[in-house]
């Protein structure tokens, strides 16, 4: 495979990741409403108050949201073949990690990919460098000197 099959599969890896994460975190917060909402009180004490669940349930959801954000962000970068797209599914995939099997599994599969050769090829690529090597600070333009031989730097124009 090419590192853009391997970059698009990690893309849709990443993707579906997030989507069963979070509908796995929707469906145990409904059956943690449904189940903490069926309790029947006891004789002696009162029922737990309904805002209790809600704040419950809310926190829940947000934790399972903010968990998947990262992945999120990472499969559309990588689909999209971004700049920071490495960054993005380094930080996704050390979330990932914590949820067995599927997202060790996506965490795995990001690590090998972006520290392999297809995706160091992918994505490390050189920065782009000004030719001539100094500054033109004096509008002059100044050539470099012979190798092992030593040539003052040019000092910034004073602007005062």
């Not at 009180?41 to 954000?69: D, K, N, R, Y």
């Not at 090998?112 to 995706?119: A, D, N, R, T």
Request: one cysteine or more.
């Amino acid at each position: 495979m090419t590192a853009d099959q391997h970059n698009r599969y990690l893309g849709f890896a990443h993707l579906a990741y997030a989507a069963l994460h979070l509908l796995m975190g929707v469906l145990f917060g409904v059956i943690m409403i449904v189940m903490f909402s069926t309790i029947p009180p006891q004789p002696s004490q009162p029922p737990p108050p309904p805002a209790i669940l809600v704040v419950m349930a809310c926190f829940f959801l947000v934790f399972t949201v903010g968990w998947t954000i990262p992945s999120m962000v990472a499969a559309y970068a990588l689909l999209k073949r971004k700049r920071w797209a490495k960054t993005a599914g380094i930080v996704a995939g050390v979330f990932a990690a914590a949820q067995m099997p599927v997202g060790t599994a996506v965490c795995v599969y990001t690590f090998w990919f972006l520290f392999s050769e297809p995706g160091r090829s992918l994505y490390d690529r050189p920065t782009k460098t000004v030719a001539g090597g100094r500054p033109d600070w004096n509008g002059v333009n100044q050539q470099r000197s012979p190798e092992g031989e030593y040539a003052p730097t040019a000092s910034p124009p004073d602007w005062r």
